[in-house]
Every structure is written in C-alpha cells, then in structure tokens.
C-alpha cells in the first residue's frame, strides 16, 4: 500500500483526533475523498441526518497516517557552461 498523498494525509490529520466528523467539515475534493474511501481508510456513516454524512478514520487509515512522508524527489540543479575563454570587463573610462 502506497503513502497518503499531501491532501489525504491532510484529511487523516483532521480526521486522527475525532470520533466522527461531518463530511462538509472535512474541506476535501470529491476525488480524494473517493480515493481514501476506495483505499479502506475512512468509514461513512449514511444515516437519516439532514445535515449530512458522517465521516470516521479506519485502523487502516491510522496505519497509513502512521506511514513515513514520502521524500521529495529533486533534479539536481544544471550548471552553466563556462565561457570558451574568460575575458576582463570593458574598461569604461579609457575613452577619457
């Protein structure tokens, strides 16, 4: 099983300390929010509420938050060609 991403690991993190929240609290898009139901690491309780659906992290969803951060993978950075030869810079006041 893969890391969480930045924006599931976010969710998880609003999610770790409640027992249950409500969906429309969580500030989440509607593909990540697929993607952490499809992964098993949020439940949802439908009930007859109208204010909405309740929302409450898994085991599974611990064990992921629990997962190290993925390091980021940086290019190293390219260098500038040297010039073909090394000049002085134009002498200014020999016009004078």
Avoid: C
Avoid at 17 to 26: D, G, H, N, P, S
Avoid at 33 to 59: C, M, R, V, Y
């Amino acid at each position: 099983m893969p890391p969480p991403n930045a924006r599931e690991r976010k969710a998880l993190e609003a999610l770790q300390f409640q027992e249950w929240e409500w969906k429309a609290q969580l500030y989440v898009g509607e593909k990540t929010f697929a993607s952490l139901s499809e992964k098993g690491w949020i439940a949802q309780f439908q009930g007859h509420n109208p204010d909405g659906d309740k929302i409450s992290i898994t085991d599974l969803g611990r064990a992921a938050l629990a997962m190290p951060k993925p390091m980021a993978v940086r290019k190293p950075t390219r260098l500038k060609e040297a010039p073909a030869r090394l000049t002085s810079p134009p002498n200014r006041l020999s016009g004078r």
